[in-house]
Structure formats: structure tokens, C-alpha cells
């Protein structure tokens, strides 16, 4: 069984950094694609960054490319998100998502397998 647990989350400022962190446990987190979404109040669920198992395919939603960065260790089988300048609008619930088939870099929330029980970001203005 695959359990991922994301710590990081809080309450900060609009200007601030956080760096989210997702831990996994029970299986060959270095073959995994990763990602991580998020669920604002009032929306769905969406995709924000996924990486591929060998960090060298990284995708980034629009509304956060150049200010978020996904990276990954797969020795300590942990995934990461530095998200810099946050605004007000990125407050939400961030997911982690792991995805055990054989698809470089997923984008379709469908093709995750496991996900973790979210960590909460709140970004004030």
C-alpha cells in the first residue's frame, strides 16, 4: 500500500515562500510520476506541477509557472514544491499524487493512482 503524507502547509503573506514536502512510503517511489494539485474554495481539483521519475520532464500550470518549482529526492523518496511570490489566489488545499504506470508526465488528474490528504496554504493579502 502507498501512503504519501505532505507537510509544509500554512498561513503566510502575499509576497512569501513555502515549500511544500511529500513523503512516500511502501513501493519504488523512483519510478513514479509526481505531481501536485490543488483545490481552491469554490473549485476543482487541478494540476500545478508534475515531474517525471527522472526529474528531467517537469510541467507547470499557467498561473504558476516562474514563481513554483517542483523537484524531487528520490533517496529520501520525497517530492517537493517551492512556491515563491504566493498570492491570495493561491490559497487552497495542495495535494500530492502519485502516479505508478508506465506515463512520463501525466496531466490528467485521472491518470494519478494515490494521493496523500493535502496540506492547507493560506496566502493573506
Known amino acids: 500500500q502507498v501512503q504519501l503524507v505532505e507537510s509544509g502547509g500554512g498561513l503566510v503573506q502575499a509576497g512569501d515562500s513555502l515549500t511544500l514536502s511529500c513523503t512516500a512510503s511502501?513501493?519504488?517511489?523512483?519510478?513514479?510520476?509526481m505531481a501536485w494539485f490543488r483545490q481552491r474554495p469554490g473549485k476543482e481539483r487541478e494540476i500545478i506541477a508534475a515531474i517525471s521519475w527522472d526529474s528531467l520532464s517537469k510541467h507547470f500550470a499557467d498561473s504558476v509557472k516562474g514563481r513554483f518549482t517542483i523537484s524531487r529526492d528520490n533517496a529520501k523518496n520525497t517530492v517537493y514544491l517551492q512556491m515563491n511570490s504566493l498570492e491570495p489566489e493561491d490559497t487552497a488545499v495542495y495535494y500530492c499524487a502519485a502516479d505508478l504506470g508506465n506515463d512520463l508526465l501525466p496531466l490528467n488528474i485521472d491518470d494519478y493512482d494515490f494521493w496523500g490528504q493535502g496540506t492547507r496554504v493560506t496566502v493573506s493579502s
Open positions: 511502501g513501493r519504488t517511489f523512483s519510478a513514479w510520476a
